[in-house]
């Protein structure tokens, strides 16, 4: 299984990135998928998350109203819309799949992971 991200890069604050993570290989299994970011000397954290069986979705407080999470389960995508941008989201950001637990934002609930893609705000 591997998991690819794409769509980050360098924006203004007030400005917005769509990031995408295509889900390659054999399937992950597990009910739910997300988006985790790390910023330098931070901990990993749960941005997103998403039950692929109805669609539900939850957000960590900081990006509620700002970040939108979304599947294509046609072509076995998962996407995180980002609207107004905050230097405080300057980060990578981390597609992940596998975990059975339903809307989790926590690491240890999931099984795979991509390699990130960097968002930068300023």
């Known amino acids: 299984v591997q998991l690819v991200e794409s769509g980050g890069g360098s924006v203004q604050a007030g400005g917005s990135l769509k990031l995408s993570c295509t889900t390659r290989?054999?399937?992950?299994?597990?009910?739910?998928m997300g988006w985790f970011r790390q910023a330098p000397g931070k901990e990993r954290e749960g941005v997103a998350a998403?039950?692929?069986?109805?669609?539900?979705?939850y957000y960590a407080d900081s990006v509620k109203g700002r970040f939108t999470i979304s599947q294509d389960n046609a072509n076995n995508t998962l996407y995180l819309q980002m609207n107004s941008l905050k230097p405080g989201d300057t980060a990578m950001y981390y597609c992940?799949?596998?975990?059975?637990?339903?809307?989790?934002?926590?690491?240890?609930?999931?099984?795979?992971w991509g390699q990130g893609t960097q968002v930068t705000v300023s």
């Open positions: 992940a799949a596998g975990s059975w637990v339903a809307g989790s934002l926590y690491e240890r609930d999931y099984n795979y």
């Open positions: 998403i039950t692929t069986g109805d669609g539900s979705t």
């Open positions: 290989g054999h399937t992950t299994g597990g009910a739910c």
